[in-house]
């Protein structure tokens, strides 16, 4: 950190105090002793980190939970037990006991003994609707542009390339700024249904970029996924970071020192399937309460109804519509619907308090000033989807390789905008992220604006039950969670025997999520057990 920065925020802490960072553009994680206090601050999105812990009278804080951990932390059983809900542990709790992240948008100050964590931003969409379709695709052009050259250092300028709407703009946006193609870089998989390296080659077409490819196999996770789990400060279950890691490597290897990432424009402008689920869902309360109660309900609800494929659908489109948000987006939480006394022993459930996740969940959806429930999607992604997840996964995975990076979505002009763009615009009828792709249409390639979302998804739970080194690593490594009394035996082994085969995809998932614990716990904390 230069000193200059020091001194503009120790002047800025002086005259506005815990405003300060309300006004701080971009990325930062800013921590300052002034006049016996401690004040820490990170950015909206926690693209950076800070974590803290009291120790006495003093607060000590680190970029990283671990780095404030010492021979006397104890694991956190609430937050193993929160990743496994989430994938991850959202802040403010870490994996370690009395250690804590600053959370997104969020400052903490320490004075006098006394520990205040609170927000200095809010969401608030206030929406403009009295510009033309025309004007506001010009702003955003030339928004996007912006964006992508602040984000830009002084090297060979590089971005990954899914072939999905936000990395082909980011990469078509590189050319224009730089006035010469971008370096892009795609990984691909042997998999059937996961492969999206064709929508690349279409990107790279379209915009001449210098492209690199590699494709990820199953000895490529078995070689990696210990270096990547326990490079983590705590645990981490987004499949997605092998991948991502090994498309950084290779622009680290071609001489790449900031990648840009195209994170941000589906939590941004409405780009992610569930918007469009959760419109439909909602329209069932405009139904007339009576025709709802009197005969929707009684009828879709009978056992008779359960006889029908029609109204075996509609039963289960009623059952969740009656459901409130976000209680809504947890109906199919995996290790919920795995069923918690069947997959977690006793001794671990006892020790936890299993509706703590979704008190929060609930607590974070209520606190965004929206008119709409759309808006309020958008907002609770921009907590648990892009800061405890996505931005952790390429920020973790460039870190590991040596790379800085840049999200030009996120940029706070891009973020402005969209808090007043019209919600229709990003979810016409159940057209998603409208705006966006029309504002491109001529820029993007047809193909890509009307392809499928998909991204690095990696095909672990097809290899799983094809390759026999990385099947080894899996199951020893989600036995290990029933040697520390985290996994019922029974539930693993007929995980890893018989469902697993039945359903590779979906039991693969809990799969990779116990087995990045276990493998984080063997680099962190091998002695950790449940067991008394």
Request: glycine fraction near 8%; charged fraction near 25%; proline fraction near 5%.
């Amino acid at each position: 950190m230069s000193e200059g920065f020091c001194a503009a925020w120790r002047q800025a802490f002086l005259l506005f105090g815990t405003k300060a960072p309300e006004a701080v553009s971009g990325d930062f994680a800013i921590a300052l002793r002034e006049e016996g206090k401690t004040f820490l601050a990170i950015d909206r999105f926690a693209i950076r980190t800070l974590c803290y812990r009291q120790v006495g009278d003093q607060l000590h804080f680190a970029e990283r939970a671990d780095e404030l951990a010492d021979s006397t932390t104890e694991i956190d059983p609430q937050a193993i037990f929160d990743y496994l809900y989430s994938h991850a542990i959202p802040s403010p709790r870490t994996i370690f006991k009395g250690i804590y992240r600053v959370p997104p948008a969020h400052y903490v100050l320490f004075e006098n003994g006394r520990l205040t964590v609170t927000s200095y931003w809010i969401p608030q969409f206030e929406e403009n609707k009295h510009q033309s379709f025309e004007k506001l695709r010009d702003e955003f052009r030339h928004l996007l542009q912006q964006a992508t050259a602040r984000q830009l250092d002084d090297g060979k300028a590089g971005c990954f390339l899914s072939g999905g709407t936000d990395s082909s703009t980011v990469a078509g946006m590189i050319g224009l700024v730089r006035g010469t193609p971008a370096a892009t870089y795609s990984i691909g998989f042997e998999a059937e249904g996961y492969d999206e390296m064709a929508f690349a080659h279409i990107a790279v077409s379209q915009f001449k970029t210098e492209h690199h490819e590699y494709y990820v196999t199953p000895n490529d996770l078995v070689r990696s996924i210990p270096m990547v789990a326990t490079h983590y400060d705590q645990p981490f279950g987004n499949s997605s970071a092998l991948p991502a890691y090994y498309c950084a490597k290779m622009a680290k290897d071609n001489g790449i020192t900031r990648i840009l990432a195209g994170d941000g424009g589906d939590e941004l402008f409405g780009g992610n399937s569930r918007y469009a689920k959760s419109r439909v869902f909602d329209w069932y309360q405009h139904v007339p309460g009576l025709v709802r109660t009197g005969l929707m309900e009684p009828v879709l609800g009978s056992a008779m109804a359960g006889k029908f494929p029609l109204f075996r659908k509609g039963a289960s489109y009623v059952e969740q519509a009656c459901v409130p948000m976000p209680d809504r987006l947890q109906m199919y939480n995996l290790i919920i619907r795995l069923g918690l006394d069947q997959a977690l022993t006793g001794e671990f459930l006892s020790r936890v308090d299993t509706t703590a996740p979704l008190r929060q969940q609930q607590a974070i959806w209520a606190s965004a000033q929206a008119k709409n429930n759309t808006n309020r999607e958008l907002a609770y992604d921009w907590r648990y989807t892009l800061a405890e997840s996505d931005l952790p996964k390429v920020c973790g995975t460039t870190r590991l390789a040596d790379l800085e990076v840049g999200f030009p979505m996120l940029d706070d002009d891009l973020l402005a905008f969209s808090l007043q763009l019209p919600v229709d615009y990003k979810l016409k009828n159940l057209k998603l992220r409208w705006f966006f792709k029309e504002a491109l249409r001529g820029f993007l390639p047809d193909e890509i604006l009307t392809k499928k979302k998909q991204g690095f998804g990696l095909p672990f739970g097809v290899w799983v039950t094809r390759d026999e080194a990385l099947r080894k690593m899996a199951s020893e490594s989600v036995r290990g969670l029933v040697d520390r009394g985290i996994l019922r035996a029974d539930f693993v082994e007929a995980l890893l025997t018989k469902h697993l085969y039945e359903h590779p995809g979906y039991f693969g998932e809990m799969i990779w999520i116990s087995m990045m614990l276990e493998q984080w716990l063997r680099g962190h904390s091998s002695g950790f057990s449940m067991r008394s």
